[in-house]
Each structure stands twice: as structure tokens, then as C-alpha cells.
């Protein structure tokens, strides 16, 4: 009689644990989500920018670029160096004449599309306006989505401190340079840089002025 008994005992009590066993297991593979002890957790996969306490739809403030300050700080030399691989395309030089695209002497602050007897695109002659600095630092970052139906094939100088540079080496070949504008801080170039670094800097490559 014992061992018999010892036997029912003994089933019941696998039973019980085995009951116990998935249990658990469920509790780990199914949390639920109104709480139930340690294993309780919040169902659904999280979305990445979206942090507890934010409602939706809340992003980071896009970063203001201030280009008088850029231009505070901005290297001649250096955007001299850029222009080299615009020379192919451009003179630089007072009467020097166009080549593939205008001469670039003086632009800043001149009108858009301005040589006389230079064959600009449709595009160029209908875009309006002067080379402001605003204007050519928009430019160059991306010709084709600034006046659309450029001839350039200029693809765009990306890090805006590099823009800024050729601006001010475009400035410098002038009969009366433009005074720069004043900024709205003090010149930081650390943190221009630190603004930009993760921007990839496409060094021009063909012409940098207006076709």
C-alpha cells in the first residue's frame, strides 16, 4: 500500500511542478501588459526617437546655420585651394573672359546671369535676382535644386564651412569686395565644425558660379 501511494504522491507532485514549470515559461514568452510582477513589461517594440514622457510627432529643432558667422571665420586660402577645381570651368581673373561657364571675377553681389554675350541656360536668365552671399551659399550646396534646369553638372559643396570659404575667396577677387556681414556671435570655428562634421564635404569638382 505504501508504494502505491508513494507512486500517486509522487505523480501529483510531478504534475504540480510541471503546471509551475509553464507557468513561467508563459510569464517570459507572453508578458502581460497590466503588470504581473518582475516580468511585467510594456508590449510593442519601441520606435527610435520616441522616448516615454514626449508625445508624438516631436523631433529635434533642425540646426540654424548662421552664415555670417561662418563667413566671420572662414579661410580665403583654403577656398582659393577649392577654386582650383573650378578653374577648369571658370576664370577668376578681371577680363580674363568665360570659358565653360563665365568668369567669376566680381560676382558677389553682381546680378544673376549678368555677362553679356554669355550663352546661359533658360533656366540661369530666368532665375532672377543678385549673388547675394545668401544666395551663393545656397547655390552652391546644391545648383540643380536651387535653379533648377542648371546646365552645371556641379553637384554642390555639402559642409557648409567649405561653402563658406569659397564665398570668401570669390568675395577677395573683386575690384571692391563686398564687406562681409556682421555676426550675430562671436566667429567659432570649432563650432562650425562641430555643427558640419557629420556632413559630407564633396569638394567642387567643376564650375562654382552661375551658368
Known amino acids: 500500500?505504501?508504494?502505491?501511494?508513494?507512486?500517486?504522491?509522487?505523480?501529483i507532485l510531478g504534475t504540480l511542478l510541471f503546471g509551475f514549470f509553464v507557468i513561467e515559461v508563459s510569464h517570459h514568452l507572453y508578458p502581460n501588459p497590466k503588470g504581473h510582477g518582475e516580468h511585467a513589461e510594456a508590449m510593442g517594440y519601441p520606435v527610435p526617437g520616441m522616448e516615454a514622457g514626449?508625445?508624438?510627432?516631436?523631433?529635434?529643432?533642425?540646426?540654424?546655420?548662421?552664415?555670417?558667422?561662418?563667413?566671420?571665420?572662414?579661410?580665403?586660402?583654403?577656398?582659393?585651394?577649392?577654386?582650383?577645381a573650378c578653374a577648369s570651368c571658370h576664370n577668376d581673373a578681371p577680363g580674363a573672359g568665360a570659358k565653360v561657364g563665365p568668369n567669376l571675377y566680381g560676382i558677389v553681389g553682381r546680378p544673376v546671369a549678368h555677362e553679356a554675350g554669355f550663352n546661359y541656360s533658360?533656366?540661369?536668365?530666368?532665375?532672377?535676382?543678385?549673388?547675394?552671399?545668401?544666395?551663393?551659399?545656397?547655390f552652391l550646396e546644391d545648383p540643380s535644386g536651387a535653379v533648377p534646369g542648371t546646365a552645371m553638372s556641379f553637384r554642390g559643396v555639402r559642409r557648409a564651412s567649405a561653402r563658406a570659404d569659397l564665398i570668401a575667396y570669390l568675395n577677395s577677387r573683386s575690384d571692391n569686395?563686398?564687406?562681409l556681414p556682421a555676426p550675430t556671435a562671436a566667429p567659432a570655428q570649432d563650432a562650425a565644425d562641430a555643427v558640419e562634421g557629420a556632413m559630407e564635404d564633396h569638394a567642387p569638382t567643376e564650375e562654382a558660379g552661375d551658368h
Open 122 to 138: 533658360g533656366a540661369m536668365s530666368a532665375h532672377g535676382g543678385d549673388w547675394t552671399f545668401e544666395e551663393l551659399f545656397s
Open 54 to 84: 514626449h508625445g508624438g510627432g516631436e523631433t529635434d529643432a533642425p540646426v540654424e546655420i548662421d552664415l555670417p558667422t561662418l563667413l566671420a571665420s572662414a579661410d580665403v586660402a583654403a577656398g582659393e585651394a577649392q577654386f582650383r
Open 177 to 179: 569686395p563686398l564687406p
Open 1 to 11: 500500500m505504501s508504494f502505491f501511494m508513494n507512486k500517486v504522491f509522487g505523480a
